[in-house]
């Protein structure tokens, strides 16, 4: 596995603030479920080992839909969904590299995700791997 670096990121107003571990090379998703699609939302699934909140648990809120499985948290102040816990990684997190501080990211490679046809293609995500 690449060597990991520390990523930062934020909601839009600040009051959610996280580190992630990942590798400054990053693989990201694309998916076109319809909230993914709505939202612009980039992919970077890691372990929860690998995730850190750091401010902002009570300004989280959560929104659920269809199999109420993935776990939508907004911040109740902008309403940016920088990270969730979702329906292919429950004991993960996905964090949207568009609210990733850019300094640590050297790359990244975007792959196409169809999850409008999410059980037809959950097969196709790769598993989490512990760092």
Same mark, same amino acid.
């Given at each position: 596995?690449?060597?990991?670096?520390?990523?930062?990121?934020? %909601?839009? %107003?600040?009051a959610?603030? /996280?580190?992630?571990?990942?590798?400054?090379?990053?693989?990201?998703?694309?998916?076109?479920?319809?909230? %993914?699609?709505?939202?612009?939302?980039l992919?970077?699934?890691?372990?929860?080992?690998?995730?850190?909140?750091?401010? #902002?648990?009570?300004?989280?809120?959560?929104?659920?839909?269809?199999?109420?499985?993935?776990?939508?948290?907004?911040?109740?102040?902008? #309403?940016?969904?920088?990270?969730?816990?979702?329906?292919?990684?429950?004991?993960? /997190?996905?964090?949207?590299?568009?609210?990733?501080?850019?300094?640590?990211?050297?790359?990244?490679?975007?792959?196409?995700?169809? #999850?409008?046809?999410?059980?037809?293609?959950?097969?196709?995500?790769?598993?989490?791997?512990?760092?």
């Open positions: 596995m690449a060597q990991l670096v520390t990523h930062t990121g934020s %909601c839009h %107003c600040g959610v603030r /996280y580190e992630v571990d990942a590798p400054a090379d990053l693989e990201v998703s694309e998916c076109n479920c319809s909230i %993914c699609s709505r939202t612009g939302y992919h970077l699934i890691v372990p929860r080992s690998r995730f850190r909140l750091l401010t #902002g648990e009570d300004n989280l809120s959560t929104y659920t839909f269809d199999t109420h499985e993935a776990k939508h948290l907004f911040c109740r102040t902008c #309403g940016i969904k920088s990270f969730y816990i979702p329906r292919s990684h429950p004991d993960g /997190y996905s964090v949207n590299v568009r609210c990733l501080d850019d300094s640590t990211i050297r790359s990244m490679e975007v792959e196409f995700f169809d #999850g409008r046809n999410w059980e037809q293609n959950i097969d196709k995500l790769k598993p989490l791997d512990e760092a």
